[in-house]
């Protein structure tokens, strides 16, 4: 199985950026579809951003469309999700996750992924 761990996290102000990564161990992430999830205080984990096992396919939630990407680099194990024009409501755990799914799609229900991280925590202020 594959162990996860996200780093890059922080306090910025609104309109900044951040770019969270999303190391792998055990198994390398090509071998899956990987997700972000957040999740703000009092509210359920939500899906951010997705790319497929393969590469070829994204989804974002319309919330963060235009504003963050999802990217992977296999050579270095590793998932990002670069973020541009933060607003207070990104405010969240952001939690990388991995998916067994061999399709081309990408799915973005929190029960469909098999592996998580422990989380990083983004805060946004005004």
Do not use: H
């Given at each position: 199985?594959?162990?996860?761990?996200e780093s890059g996290g922080g306090l910025v102000q609104a309109g900044g950026s951040l770019r969270l990564s999303c190391a792998a161990s055990g198994r390398t992430v090509s071998d899956y579809a990987m997700g972000w999830f957040r999740q703000a205080p009092g509210k359920?984990?939500?899906f951010?951003?997705?790319?497929?096992?393969?590469?070829?396919s994204t989804y974002y939630t319309d919330s963060v469309k235009g504003r963050f990407t999802i990217s992977r680099d296999?050579?270095?194990?590793?998932?990002?999700?670069q973020m541009n024009s933060l607003k207070p409501e990104d405010t969240a755990v952001y939690y990388c996750a991995a998916d067994r799914y061999y399709g081309v799609f990408v799915r973005k229900e929190v029960y469909e992924y098999d592996?998580?991280?422990?989380g990083t925590q983004v805060t946004v202020s005004s």
């Amino acid at each position: 199985q594959v162990q996860l761990v996200e780093s890059g996290g922080g306090l910025v102000q609104a309109g900044g950026s951040l770019r969270l990564s999303c190391a792998a161990s055990g198994r390398t992430v090509s071998d899956y579809a990987m997700g972000w999830f957040r999740q703000a205080p009092g509210k359920e984990r939500e899906f951010v951003a997705g790319i497929s096992r393969g590469g070829s396919s994204t989804y974002y939630t319309d919330s963060v469309k235009g504003r963050f990407t999802i990217s992977r680099d296999n050579a270095k194990n590793t998932v990002y999700l670069q973020m541009n024009s933060l607003k207070p409501e990104d405010t969240a755990v952001y939690y990388c996750a991995a998916d067994r799914y061999y399709g081309v799609f990408v799915r973005k229900e929190v029960y469909e992924y098999d592996y998580w991280g422990q989380g990083t925590q983004v805060t946004v202020s005004s």
